[in-house]
Nanobody, 113 residues
Framework: QVQLVESGGGLVQAGGSLRLSCAAS????????MGWYRQAPGKQRELVAF???????TYADSVKGRFTISRDNGKNTVYLQMNSLKPEDTAVYYC???????WGQGTQVTVSS
């Protein structure tokens, strides 16, 4: 059974930083590209960052230069380092494995102005 457990969210002031973690189980982690998504109230879920099995990364234009995705295959964990946070980054953040349809419960990130 696939499980994705996100953590690390919280309330932070604009300009601050947070590091999100997503622990995966029930999948062969090293064979999966991993993505971080977010969903703000009243908006569709959007892809924020993606990391391939070989470590190549892509980012949404809105977070380029501020967010960094990374992975640790030994820990079956993907991370999202978020710097220079803005109020518009406020959302529930989710991770997802490329080869699975499951979503975790998400972690709330709130950025105050």
């Amino acid at each position: 059974q696939v499980q994705l457990v996100e953590s690390g969210g919280g309330l932070v002031q604009a300009g601050g930083s947070l590091r999100l973690s997503c622990a995966a189980s029930g999948i062969i982690f090293s064979l999966n590209g991993m993505g971080w998504y977010r969903q703000a109230p009243g908006k569709q879920r959007e892809l924020v960052a993606f990391i391939t099995t070989t470590g190549s990364t892509t980012y949404a234009d809105s977070v380029k230069g501020r967010f960094t995705i990374s992975r640790d295959n030994g820990k079956n964990t993907v991370y999202l380092q978020m710097n220079s946070l803005k109020p518009e980054d406020t959302a529930v953040y989710y991770c997802k494995a490329q080869l699975a349809n499951n979503w975790g419960q998400g972690t709330q990130v709130t950025v105050s102005s």
